[in-house]
């Protein structure tokens, strides 16, 4: 069974702090998508990133896919107040020849202002 | 998450009734992937569609939960003989293809089911 564990579960920091949020599994993947979902809507895609080592930036947010396509990270800089939600990693796996999404368990975090 | 589409946003249901969740994927989207999320927890795999094919529901309940994705129409989740249990969010998410490099679902935003 492929898992991914996100770390930490929960999270609350000022404004203007810096954080990391992990992603990681036992499992190789093809894929694998961030996602920030607020309450009351559903899940937001934020990136895909799909070559071991890559890096990605999206404004304040630095995704890296792991070298061996395991794990993944987060990095937000100069945390906002508009930050606030649930951020979810998913990756793209293959059992029994058929692909699935298969998500972690979340990452819920608070910025204060 | 623009595009895919789900209704009914909240729907309210005795104990015992039936729940009918649908989902119109992106436009081009042949697959369709339901979930279901809990309060305070993530998204847990339900079943994944394509038009007319199941191929794959190892996260849907043995009983009372079913899935079609018709060759016309929207995907439909039912939930017979609700209980209470059974209250929680309800995603649908679509995308072009199965899987495999680069490939991304989409989700839609959420229809909310309580059991009362």
């Known amino acids: 069974t492929q898992l991914l564990e996100q770390s930490p579960q929960f999270l609350s920091i000022q404004e203007g702090e810096n954080l990391t949020v992990y992603c990681n599994s036992s499992?190789?993947?093809?894929?694998l998508q961030w996602y920030r979902q607020e309450p009351g809507e559903g899940p937001v895609l934020l990136v895909t990133?799909?070559?071991?080592?890559e890096v990605k930036k999206l404004k304040r947010l630095t995704f890296q896919f792991g070298d061996a396509r395991k794990d993944s990270s987060l990095h937000i800089t100069a945390a906002q107040p508009g930050d606030t939600g649930l951020y979810l990693c998913a990756g793209v796996g293959s059992t029994s020849g058929t692909y699935k999404y298969i998500f972690g368990t979340g990452t819920r975090l608070k910025v204060l202002a | 998450n623009a595009g895919v589409m789900q209704n009914p946003r909240h729907l309210v249901r005795r104990r015992g009734q039936e729940a009918r969740l649908r989902c119109s994927p992106m436009?081009?989207?042949?697959?369709v992937y339901w979930y279901r999320q809990l309060p305070e927890e993530g998204l847990k795999f339900m079943v994944y569609?394509?038009?007319?094919?199941?191929?794959?529901e190892s996260g849907m309940p043995k009983e009372r939960f079913s899935a079609e994705f018709p060759k016309e129409g929207p995907s439909i989740l039912r939930i017979q003989q609700v209980v209470r249990g059974d209250s929680a969010a309800y995603f649908c998410a679509s995308s072009p293809g199965q899987g495999g490099s680069g490939n991304t679902i989409y989700f839609g935003e959420g229809s909310w089911l309580t059991v009362v």
């Open positions: 436009k081009g989207h042949s697959h």
């Open positions: 499992s190789v993947f093809s894929s």
């Open positions: 990133v799909v070559t071991g080592g």
């Open positions: 569609l394509q038009k007319e094919n199941i191929i794959d």
